[in-house]
């Protein structure tokens, strides 16, 4: 048995102004945040990963924040993910190598939502890493040698000027990111399913689609046959 964190990604209406689809058969777009902080090498632009999707003009020449990079995804080649801030960073420290951490992102419903989609907008697990090892504290990261400072090249936060990372993660080849959404959300995008509400500790009320959620042994289990379904129940 594993434990899990599910973390919060992606684009949203504060950044870049827009969130990524979600479409009728459950397939989705990927969105990245634009890069807020200096770089020393040069990051993709929105242009640069060619989404399926209509950027706005003003912002397909803005550099991306591409973090968790996922292998599969454009201008990626591993599996890895940083964060700056203490609020995730705690609760992925807590993990250790061969535990999961899931990725989740606010998604734009389609037209014409499935029953088990929220109706206007929702918050769905699009990916996930097996850790390939356990988690890396910045300080720690710092003093790694380059071979093994090698299985987190490429990623964002080791492009910022300066560094600025309090956790690093890199996942194994079984990572992935997701073909199909899987659903946290209930009817209204506010409301979290019990994915969120029973099998993690959070609480489920007010904007929990913004907190880290964790998964104990039992709570992840639960967590595994619900990303693993070929269909899910109707939320309305």
Known sequence: MTRAVAL??????????FRGP????????????PETEPTSD???????????????DDVRETPVHLDPAFAE???????????PHGLKASPLLDLDAGDRVYFYATLDAPDDPGPWMAADWGTYVIGEFVLARDPVTGDEF???????????????HRKRDPFDAAVMLAG?????LYDRAVPLSGARGVDANRAVTEWSADSGKGPWWRRPLRYDDAG?????????????????
């Open 8 to 17: 919060n990604v992606a684009a949203n209406t504060n950044q870049p102004g």
């Open 142 to 156: 710092e003093a790694l040698p380059e071979r093994e400072r090698d299985a987190f090249a490429g990623n964002a």
């Open 220 to 236: 992840h289990a639960r967590l595994r046959e619900w990303v693993q379904r070929e269909s899910y129940p109707p939320v309305r």
């Open 42 to 56: 040069r990051v993709p632009t929105y242009a640069d990963l060619d989404l399926p999707i209509d950027v706005p």
């Open 172 to 176: 194994t080849d079984d990572s992935r």
């Open 22 to 33: 979600l479409r009728a058969d459950g397939s989705f777009v990927y969105v990245p945040i």
């Open 73 to 83: 995804y454009p201008c990626c080649e591993r599996y890895t993910y940083g964060d």
